[in-house]
């Protein structure tokens, strides 16, 4: 059993490090082109091949792992949506069952987390806590997208950069807990704020948003 566990293991790693690699050249590349999409395929296969297999390692007997199970159902969950979102590209495309069912799921998912960091203590109630709501968070704003999905013509753009680049946090902070042995609130929460900072500015630069950095705000005052 143990052997199997371990192969199991090898072959988890094997996907995560394709997600990882195949994530940061989707990110470093010009989006929209042939090798964007390519990468995001990869991504995707990865991820889900190794979150997969995450969650039923991090459940077994000397392995129990409740953190990297929540990530790998956080990656999964997030990976199938931002996917899915292309659809509605085309303006006809509505949301069936399943988009609805994914996010449902997912959002008794963060309910529980939410429960469980109430009835615990210290680090472990913090971080449960911290990912239930973010977790609910997201799935409201799914249920207001699925509800109208064409309400503005870069929903399905910014529904999908907002779970792709959440996926790929937590592809990185299953690494750094994982395959780094790191420890701490720092470690689970940091990449979550630096990664949500730049889903944020993504979504704004959709959205048409000029968006100016400090030292441009200060030129531009002293130019005045």
């Not at 529904?159 to 750094?176: D, E, M, N, P």
Request: hydrophobic fraction near 55%.
């Amino acid at each position: 059993m143990e052997t199997a566990i371990k192969i199991a293991i090898y072959i988890h790693a094997f996907f995560g490090a394709i997600g990882l690699i195949a994530g940061s050249l989707s990110f470093m590349v010009k989006k929209g082109s042939k090798l964007h999409k390519k990468s995001g395929e990869w991504f995707t296969i990865g991820m889900l091949a190794s979150s997969g297999l995450s969650v039923p390692i991090a459940s077994m007997p000397g392995h129990e792992n409740p953190f990297l199970v929540m990530i790998g159902l956080f990656t999964i969950y997030m990976v199938l949506v931002g996917n899915r979102s292309l659809r509605f590209k085309k303006r006809k495309t509505l949301a069936n069952r399943i988009d609805w069912g994914i996010s449902g799921l997912m959002a008794l998912i963060s309910v529980l987390m939410l429960a469980a960091g109430l009835l615990k203590s210290g680090e472990l109630a913090v971080l449960f806590l911290f990912f239930g709501a973010i977790g609910l968070v997201l799935c409201l704003m799914d249920f207001k997208f699925l509800r109208n999905p064409h309400r503005t013509k870069t929903g399905w753009l910014v529904q999908h950069i907002g779970k792709i680049i959440g996926a790929y946090i937590a592809s990185v902070t299953a690494f750094l807990v994982a395959g780094t042995h790191l420890s701490g609130l720092a470690v689970w929460i940091l990449p979550a704020v630096v990664g949500n900072t730049a889903t944020i500015y993504w979504i704004l630069k959709v959205k048409g948003v000029k968006l100016k950095l400090p030292l441009q705000r200060a030129s531009s005052s002293f130019s005045k």
